[in-house]
């Protein structure tokens, strides 16, 4: 069974430009969470999708969204970037959502922006 | 909020040996889940083990197990006879028990593990 795949694995972009990113959740997860890893801030969630609704999400500004789509593959958009926006972004998926899923992590995107 | 503090920014260990990395949290729930994640250079973030809050028996798996003070708010991972392939980051992460906050976890600062020959 295939893991959680990301694409791309890296990105180049520069400031003012948006970029999107993409996840492929393990077939049949329903849910698709995303996270930003960077040196200073660690990780911190940005949101969670559940059959194509967003179920939650974390204290980032608006330029941040994300969408599902019906087959659960999830996109995420950052509009005007910003230096700071470089970092590891992961994806992870579970089968529903909620407390006692086990959370499968996909190696991430790696986004420089210069 | 729920706040994950790791104390131990790195952390070195002899093959074979033992060796203990910490964690402590902060909340205001009863019920929560408490996990250990390892992340090797691939960046792939991998589950090591897991704690419910409202269970009192320690969780292992294998070689790793954890002391969970639910009082003292501690959760720290035990890594016994430690090989070259354990270095890793790794991470203490929280996770509510409300069904509002889905799958959410909220991740503490890392411990880098080098683990020498």
């Known amino acids: 069974k295939a893991g959680v795949t990301q694409t791309p694995r890296y990105l180049i972009k520069t400031r003012g430009q948006q970029v999107t990113l993409s996840c492929s959740p393990i077939?049949?997860?329903?849910?698709v969470s995303w996270y930003q890893q960077t040196p200073g801030q660690g990780l911190q969630f940005l949101f969670e999708?559940?059959?194509?609704?967003?179920?939650n999400k974390g204290n980032f500004p608006g330029r941040f969204s994300g969408r599902q789509f019906s087959n659960s593959r999830s996109e995420m958009n950052v509009s005007t970037l910003e230096l700071g926006d470089s970092a590891l972004y992961l994806c992870a998926s579970s089968l529903w959502t909620g407390n006692n899923e086990k959370l499968f992590f996909g190696s991430g995107t790696q986004l420089s922006v210069l | 909020a729920q706040t994950v503090t790791q104390s131990q920014p790195e952390m070195s260990v002899q093959e074979a040996e033992t060796v203990t990395l910490s964690c402590t949290y902060d909340?205001?729930?009863?019920?929560?889940?408490l996990f250990w994640y390892k992340q090797p250079p691939s960046r792939q973030m991998i589950l090591v083990i897991r704690?419910?809050?409202?269970?009192?028996q320690n969780a292992t798996e294998n070689r790793f197990s954890v002391n969970f003070q639910k009082a003292a708010k501690s959760f720290s991972l035990k890594i016994s006879d430690s090989q070259l392939g354990d270095a890793a980051m790794y991470f203490c992460a929280y996770r509510s028990f409300e069904e509002t906050s889905g799958s959410r976890l909220t991740f503490g600062e890392g411990t880098q593990l080098t683990v020498n020959p």
């Open positions: 999708y559940f059959s194509e609704t967003q179920r």
């Open positions: 704690q419910e809050a409202y269970k009192q």
């Open positions: 909340t205001s729930e009863s019920d929560y889940y």
């Open positions: 077939s049949g997860h329903r849910s």
